[in-house]
């Protein structure tokens, strides 16, 4: 890091021996999983340049935005319209984390048997090792899975402000009806943290902002459709990642400098792996930051990986919002039509999910898909059992994964997928 910012996290209340121990892990992790790699296009040095500073140069971003009158809305879910939080003079940051970090102080309060991915955001509040979290004047939970669904019950015990938005769980009239009340009393909620209104002028250029950001993205997808792939799944993830982290008109920037050199790179037939090489599509549970577990094993297995159906992925950043209308209230169910298109496993049925991956199969020319679920998370294990049978059906090969954030298993992991690489290879 540039700067030595021990004061800031003091002053956030951060416990400097754990998160040091954390830090250091995630340095580690990063060296050995990204930087040791060849072949990296020359725009990845902005989002490594990120990571370096993630509990840095943005936690003080973040913390000066604030001085200057701006409210730090953190959430765990592509459920929690970063429209509405950018238009209310906020700033939108994701809190789900990816890392093994003071489990046994969340499973005080969570049974064991609960995902990763939410004990993961315990243990990170618990062991005051997550300066995001700190830094929020809210945070913003959803009704989705049971699990998170409950643990708010406790999380909301461990945390200044939290506000949870209801969700429906089918998609009916009454479902979308639900999701725009729920909205509604989101931005009344903003109004009361922010002291600001909302106005349609920055309704209008918030969505404008946050579409440019999905569609910068939309390029980039655009670069793994092909053969040889120009840029590594691994690094594709991470930007997918950052998605949740930086300044919305950076990143913007920052992923099409990216795609402006890798059009240029795929023009020359430039590819970071022989042509031919197997491409497999990840599907299910969202990878947050630093997991990447799954990408590391595969592309150390002589594959790669072309696309992610996840919220940290093409479900999150899909769908655009309509920008057109002179209101709040049609800008609103402009959004409402946009978000309530996700579609979350929480959701029953959800035969949009399936269609969309068969779909991301074909784009992105992938010889088979690893369902990836975490471990003790019903919705995507539950649904994954379906999507297997439909893909299987169509000729599409299909491996399901469950696992968690530890590398206990990596080698059981690994040897399945090299099996599964020789299947798609036959
Ligand atoms: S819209 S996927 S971001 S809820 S992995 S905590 S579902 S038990 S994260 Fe998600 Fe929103 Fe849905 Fe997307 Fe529960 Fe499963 Fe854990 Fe999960």
């Known amino acids: 890091m540039a700067q030595d910012y021990h004061q800031m996290w003091t002053e956030l209340g951060l416990d400097l021996d754990a998160h040091n121990k954390l830090l250091n892990v995630l340095e580690k992790t990063y060296n050995e999983i990204y930087l040791s790699r060849q072949k990296r296009p020359e725009g990845m040095k902005y989002f490594d340049f ?28 592509v459920f929690v319209p970063e429209e509405l939080i950018l238009a209310m003079n906020g700033i939108s940051v994701g809190l789900c984390a990816g890392a093994e970090f003071g489990f046994s102080e969340a499973e005080k309060f969570l049974p064991r048997n609960t995902c990763p991915l939410i004990k993961s955001a315990f243990g990170f509040k618990l062991s005051k090792v997550c300066p995001y979290v700190e830094a929020c004047d809210m945070v913003a939970g959803e009704n989705t ?48 943290i922010s002291g600001n209104s909302l106005e349609v002028n920055n309704l209008k250029k918030a969505i404008m902002i946050v579409n440019k950001k999905r569609k910068a993205l939309h390029r980039l997808s655009e670069m793994r459709k092909y053969d040889p792939l120009p840029i590594s799944g691994l690094d594709a993830l991470l930007i997918n990642q950052i998605f949740f982290y930086d300044d919305p008109e950076r990143f913007t920037e920052s992923v099409n400098k990216i795609c402006d050199e890798l059009e240029s790179k795929i023009k020359n037939g430039y590819g970071i792996c022989p042509e031919g090489t197997p491409r497999i599509l990840i599907s299910g549970c969202p990878m947050a930051i630093p997991n990447w577990k799954i990408h590391w094993i595969v592309e150390n297995s002589n594959a790669v990986i072309t696309g992610e159906e ?8 899909q769908w655009l919002t309509d920008e057109t209308g002179d209101s709040v209230e049609k800008l609103l169910n402009n959004i409402v039509e946009r978000y309530f298109k996700i579609d979350c496993a929480i959701f029953t049925p959800n035969p949009s999910r399936l269609e969309h991956i068969i779909d991301m199969v074909n784009k992105y020319n992938a010889q088979g898909v690893i369902h990836y679920n975490l471990q003790f998370c019903q919705p995507y294990q539950i649904e994954g059992g379906l999507i297997e049978t439909a893909l299987e059906k169509n000729g599409i090969p299909v491996l399901q994964l469950n696992t968690d954030y530890s590398n206990e298993d990596v080698e059981q992991i690994k040897t399945r997928v090299e099996a599964f690489i020789e299947r798609i290879r036959e």
């Open 50 to 77: 990120v990571m370096s500073e993630v509990h840095g140069l943005r936690i003080k971003e973040l913390i000066d935005a604030k001085k200057l009158g701006k409210k730090i809305i953190g959430s765990f879910c």
């Open 310 to 317: 996840s919220c940290v992925g093409e479900r999150g950043f």
């Open 145 to 192: 899975c049971d699990g998170k669904k409950k643990s708010y019950e406790i999380f909301k015990n461990l945390v200044d402000n939290l506000y949870v938005i209801d969700l429906p769980q089918t998609k009916s009239e009454e479902g979308k009806n639900l999701l725009k009340k729920e909205y509604q009393k989101f931005i009344e909620k903003l109004k009361e």
